[in-house]
């Protein structure tokens, strides 16, 4: 009696379950068209950005064209293989079997016509074969738009900084560009290429892009100097230059593998001559762009260049410069500058000066009259708040490693910090070991996932501590401010590579654990304090330098001489000038924020006193004490990583980090040319301005050219070999090494040629500050006076009648050499195995070496001198000692 109810229970349930299924179904197709759509409209998006609307246009019509052909040929081969199946047989034997070979054969041995199933022959080979779509634009006007220095700015970056520069300058010329009605027709590398009169008509195209490249330059030199804050030292010298060439152009989709919009003709080559010929910061216009400008009634707008330009195949031509400044163009000005939605809005603000007290931070300590000799003007505050930046970043990374560790936020007193830090010589705190925390996975894996952000009473201190040490750098032409933020840029460059380390080996699995990171890099990958330490000492490994060697500033400040008992005087002065700032009141949350106990407190001292130290490449005990250590640690020791002691391991860490600073700190050296040759001739400025000051007497134009080769030789390219040798530093090891090998090839090339304008420019920068004389009026003076000889102390000057030649063989000498308080190596003890003994006698004066002048060369640049001529003859010119010493 139940059965009709059972059988419209089973009917409604079944019902109802297929309404579900239909349901879900329609669930499922609609989310796949929704995807589908986005897809589409990402696809559209990007189409629209390559090609311009009639170009995409004319594309949609091929692809619906390509569509129905592929169809009509999929109907046309269906019918032949019916006609085909219908005729091959053999009769009482059945169907013929095509084969892929028989295919093959038939497809080779077909005509043009049977191939394509069509009647034009020429296209026989690609059945997808359309008419390429390109045009003739007759009336165009081309820009190219390159980054002047871009090429050695990059080399001394990470590639996300290259790439937040590029964006930041690209983003903004675009909206400038859809502004304008320009068209973007593409970027290659730091060059950007415009167009106007295409893809539309413009009447006014010249006009157009004038207007363009001008507010495009005027905006960008904002920006590098805002990117300065964000990027780095150096950003803000970058600048742009501008080509515009007028004239026809073809036009078209080149296909293929990632199909683009391009432009091709004589238009575009010498528009791109227009900007390789021209100079930064201008807009370089040919004849004919600035001839449409004079027709059109905008000659006011241009000038000619003054000197004829030579474009290949094509030779001089007269070209025309932009007059910036045209207030008929002023309109053009706010097109950059009045939208805030770019990506150029994202730029940090730079922070506001610390407001100017009555009284410094430092008054009655020290530090006064260390600190606050340099003025902080607008350039100098752009350095200050990217070192602030970089800081807060590693700031961040300690905290949170502090916080998954589970120690509590405590400050140590005074009283324990001084106790730990000491009273002596900086350079008895020098560790042959610095203890490394050991790996912890579990903290590891909570700081991984920590966010923090810095109280702002910790940032407050941190950027009044870093504006005072800035104000401690004295305006020295090579040891300055901007010299220690460009080796905190180094440095920082190879902490990171060490953090990435790429070439960590790990053949059992895919994935890259802290665990691997830290064995691999010795623990300086996972320790946060190790990391802030090495570029807190960049920070302040030059504050207060006299802009003189240690032996020169001996003689100036005997009193700072005797407290560093003459040894590494600048370095030690350094680190007590930062950690006598450090120790101050004012700064008690951002030391708690850098260390919280006593462990953390000794080996952040012992991390930046071994840094810093460790820029002092001249003191020879120092140096012969970090080779033996690097042997020890790298050489004698052969035992598999997993069998080294901890101790071993730590010796590693420790003698890396030496060399990460050692290296930063003549990075410029291990880096693009143009870096070399700029930080090149700051030091040879500073040099040559100490001498003519009276403050050296080694005059820096005679022996630079030398100087500078025996430099990569002795100790820049074996330092770079060394950095790639310890293994932790991936490919930055590579490109050091790379660009140290090119350096000196070029300096070897040019470097002669280099000295020579280098000495020029300062000697015309001497005159205008009045410390050199005119060089006619020098000269006179010269011829009569008596010309000076070196003097040994105690002794008569060198007679040229006492003065003798030897031919040195090559190998090492077996001699001791010491250096006199007056610059002058004076031979002190013969070998008995020597070669040279019964040619030299104790107290010879060696006045130069294959006419080098060796006098003011201190004890290892004299060695690294003879080192460099150890494989060949050498000619040495010798005082005798009898008349050397004799009063």
Known sequence: GNSPEVYRGIVLAV??????????????????????????????????????????????????????????????AWRNSKAMSSNSSIE??????????????????????????????????DPTFMEPIADLFPHTTILFADIAGFTAWSSEREPSQVFTLLETIYRDMDRAAKKLGVFKVETVGDCYVAAT???????????????????????????????????????????????????????????????????????????????????????????????????????????????????????????????????????????????????????????SKPKKKKSAIWTGTNLDGVLGVTEIDDSLQRLIDWNVDVLITLLKRVVANRIASGVGSKALSSNTEKSLIGTGLVLDDVQMVIDLPEFDHDIAVRAANE??????????????????????????????????????????????????????????????????????????????????????????HDVGHPGVPNGRLAEEDPVLAKKYVNKSIAEQHSVDIAWELLLLPRFKNLRACVYQDRVECKRFRDLVTNSVMATDIFDKELKALRNSRWDMAFKE???????????????KATIVIEHIIQASDVSHTMQHWYIYLKWNERLFREMYFAFLAGRSQKDPTEGWFEGELWFFDYYVIPLAKKLKNCGVFGVSSDEYLTYALQNRVEWEKK??????????????????????????????????????????????????????????????????????????????????????????????????????????????ALSTLIASGASRTRTFTLATGSDAIKE
């Open 197 to 351: 009169g295409i893809p539309d008509p413009q009447e006014n195209h010249p006009e157009i892009m004038v207007r363009f490249a001008r507010s495009c330059l005027l905006r960008i030199d904002l920006l590098t100097k805002e990117l300065e804050s964000q990027l780095g030292p150096g950003t803000a010298e970058l600048a742009m230059r501008f080509g515009i060439h007028t004239g026809p152009v073809t036009a078209g989709v080149l296909r293929g593998q990632k199909a683009r919009f391009q432009l091709f003709g004589d238009t575009m080559n010498t528009a791109s001559r227009m900007e390789s010929t021209g100079m930064k910061n201008k807009i370089h216009l040919s004849s004919d762009t600035a001839e449409h400008l004079n027709k059109s009634g905008f000659g006011h707008w241009i000038t000619k260049r003054q000197d004829l330009v030579h474009v290949k195949g094509k030779g001089d031509m007269q070209t025309y410069w932009l007059l910036l400044g045209s207030s008929s163009m002023s309109e053009t000005s706010s097109v950059l500058s009045d939208d805030t939605s770019g990506l150029g809005a994202l730029i940090k603000a730079p922070r």
């Open 15 to 76: 019902f109802i379950f297929v309404v579900a299924i239909f349901i879900l179904y329609d669930c499922l197709v609609e989310r796949r068209q929704s995807r589908v759509v986005t897809a589409a409209q990402r696809s559209d998006a990007i189409v629209r950005s390559l090609f311009p609307s009639n170009v995409r246009n004319r594309l949609y019509e091929q692809a619906k064209q390509k569509e129905a052909d592929e169809k009509k040929r999929e109907k046309d």
């Open 451 to 540: 966010t923090v952000e810095l109280v702002p009473e910790v940032k407050k201190e941190l950027l009044e501590f870093v504006t005072s040490i800035a104000s401690g750098y004295p305006k020295n032409a090579f040891h300055n401010f901007e010299h220690a933020s460009h080796v905190i840029l180094s440095s920082n460059k190879l902490l990171k590579r060490v953090m990435a380390a790429d070439d960590v080996a790990t053949t059992e699995k895919e994935a890259l654990t802290s665990k691997d990171l830290h064995d691999h890099t010795y623990g300086i990958g996972t320790d946060p304090i190790t990391h802030f330490a090495v570029v807190f000492s960049a920070l302040i």
């Open 637 to 651: 020791i052969g035992k598999m990583e997993a069998a080294l002691k901890k101790e071993d391991v730590d010796r």
């Open 751 to 860: 470097g002669k040629d280099v000295c020579a304008k280098m000495k020029s420019r300062a000697e015309e920068e001497a005159r205008s500050l009045e410390l050199l004389k005119d060089i006619g009026e020098e000269d006179e003076e010269e011829e009569l006076e008596d010309e000076p000889v070196a003097v040994v102390p105690g002794a008569a000057a060198h007679d040229p009648k006492n003065t003798r030649q030897i031919e040195v063989p090559p190998g090492k000498l077996g001699i001791v050499i010491d250096t006199t308080d007056d610059g002058c190596p004076v031979v002190h003890h013969i070998n008995d195995e020597s070669a040279l003994k019964g040619k030299l006698t104790e107290g010879d004066t060696i006045l130069s070496i294959d006419n080098v002048s060796t006098k003011g060369m201190n004890s290892a």
């Open 92 to 125: 009482g034997e059945g169907a013929l079997i095509e084969t892929p070979k028989i295919r093959l054969k038939s497809f080779i041995s077909a005509g043009p016509e049977d191939q394509v199933g069509g009647s034009n022959g020429h296209h026989s080979r």
